[in-house]
């Protein structure tokens, strides 16, 4: 049985940092691409950032881009989203998403694939 299992959000001023971690268990995380997306209220869910299997290629959503930094640990099954400068804009519910790109042409691959197994979730909250 896949799980994916959040951690590390909470509540933190404008301009601060959080650091986010996904574990995984049941499957095999090398053969995964793993992404992260977002839902914020009253907004749909949104891609905010993806990493490839061997970590060879990683893509962001433009507006967390040099914000936002996507890392993995195959040996410790863990996928990490640490986040800094971050801003009101950025309060969401963050989720971690595994998928198995076949055949990737570009790098927004990453971002417009089904994924196939989801988190629950884990809440980020930004004050102003």
């Known amino acids: 049985q896949v799980q994916l299992v959040e951690s590390g959000g909470g509540l933190v001023q404008a301009g601060g940092s959080l650091r986010l971690s996904c574990a995984a268990s049941?499957?095999?995380?090398?053969?995964?691409?793993m992404g992260w997306f977002r839902q914020g209220p009253g907004k749909e869910r949104e891609f905010v950032a993806a990493?490839?299997?061997?970590?060879?290629?990683?893509y962001y959503k433009d507006s967390v881009r040099g914000r936002f930094l996507i890392s993995r640990s195959n040996a410790k099954n863990t996928v990490a989203l640490q986040m800094n400068s971050l801003k009101p804009e950025d309060t969401a519910v963050y989720y971690c998403?595994?998928?198995?790109?076949?055949?990737?042409?570009?790098?927004?691959?990453?971002?417009?694939?089904?994924?196939?197994?989801w988190g629950q979730g884990t809440q980020v909250t930004v004050s102003s």
């Open positions: 998403a595994a998928a198995q790109i076949a055949g990737m042409s570009s790098l927004s691959d990453l971002a417009v694939t089904p994924y196939e197994y």
């Open positions: 049941g499957l095999t995380l090398s053969t995964y691409d």
């Open positions: 990493i490839s299997r061997a970590g060879t290629y990683i």
